[in-house]
């Protein structure tokens, strides 16, 4: 196993544009490849996957990269199989799953990722890289198979991670109540991984990166802060 | 057909306690009862349901109502079908359909809801009324065998809805967002329920009730807001 994934909290951070914040990191990512996959299924705002694909060609222009989207082959799962460098992005994490499994790509990404092809995921995309979407914060707007994914960290991951908001009248259930209530049915740990956070994975190293801590979740256990640029043993 | 039922957005308010603001209404739907059978699935907090039961019985008490909860019977299809009133709490709506189905609760519950058995329903026990639970906030924590719903009302409901917050820094998707997601997806209008409202359905008329104004989610049109006491027509 030869692990190479990069796994962000969000794409976007306050104040700055698509990707803008990772250039740095994704010139290392994909130093090894001029030409990355890009997979759209996700498609947040409900943008078309030529309409998503546009955006990243941009943001991928500035270090001079070559972005193909994958709905644009007759054959994903051999596009999956040849890529060199694959980058999967946000939006509803039950549309993007759904797709994986109809067009049968969950496999074939999950022994690609496994050789060591250089990956990078943002919210729905990074979700999928953790045992299940269980801890995903968006609507189910589609049923998809399974809730299972890709599992290339012992953990599941809780993207645009959100403390509770001081003084707030509204009801509703907070992030950390939402993870507790996963715990009464699941064993595995969250990350609560802020926007500006990512992981970095190399071989078996699972790495917090970014301005913020991480919140750290485990079934029984009360949440605590894990510092950036420390190692995620869970 | 012949239905009564009272769907709140949440079960308290802020600076309320449990079920207060709603006591009035509840006299009157349960008017005919003096038992009322509650469905403590949804298990908020991962509550137990015994402890949820007993938050229920307390809330009742003040109205003079006998609350039973379902979990303590044996034959829990024979205790819907013998109920003379219903009660749904909220929680996870995830953890809640999927009890209801792996019980066999989804078929009789609305048998007897058409029947006309006087029913309230907080959060989760609301979204069930809808088509599907696909507008709930909730994690999917656990994959039930289907997101449809018992279809009491011709849409569904987003409990606890919010507002976009101005000058937020988080790049997360906002409610609305999300909603119009669906939309691409799925052509139900949702109905946007904020806290303190709910709604009163007898026999074919939905009204809207509660101190807020609702917002209505059609797909390919803009969404718009509904005043409080009005009838909803979709």
């Known amino acids: 196993m ?16 698509y990707l803008e914040y990772l250039l740095l990191e994704l010139e290392v990512l994909f130093k090894d490849t001029d030409t990355i996959l890009f997979i759209p299924y996700a498609r947040p705002d409900g943008i078309t996957h030529d309409g998503y694909t546009n955006i990243v060609q941009k943001a991928f222009k500035k270090i001079n990269k ?3 989207g994958l709905h644009t082959y007759e054959n994903p799962i051999k596009a999956i199989q040849e890529a060199s460098g694959i980058f999967t992005g946000g939006g509803n994490t039950f ?3 759904n797709a994986l499994y109809k067009n049968n790509i969950m496999a074939p990404l ?3 990722l496994l ?7 943002t919210s ?10 269980q801890t995903t914060n968006d609507m189910p707007i589609i049923y998809p198979p399974s809730f299972k994914t890709l599992g290339m960290i ?3 991951i809780n993207p645009h991670y959100l403390d509770p908001t001081k003084d707030s009248k509204h009801m509703g259930e907070t992030r950390e109540t939402r993870i507790k209530e996963y715990h009464q049915y699941n064993t595995p740990a969250v990350v609560g991984l802020r926007e500006g ?14 301005t913020h801590s991480a919140r750290i979740f485990k079934q029984d256990t009360s949440p605590y802060e894990l510092k950036t640029n420390s190692e995620i043993l869970l």
Chains 1, 2 share one sequence.
């Open 2 to 17: 030869n692990k190479n994934l990069l796994l962000a909290s969000s794409s976007t951070i306050y104040g700055g544009s």
């Open 124 to 133: 729905a995309g990074s979700n999928i890289c953790g045992l299940t979407i």
């Open 110 to 112: 999950r022994a690609g």
């Open 95 to 97: 549309v993007l799953v």
């Open 154 to 156: 012992p953990f599941n």
């Open 66 to 68: 070559k972005i193909i």
């Open 197 to 210: 956070s990512w992981l970095r994975i190399i071989d078996q190293k699972i790495v917090l990166k970014g």
């Open 115 to 121: 050789q060591g092809i250089p990956y990078l995921g």
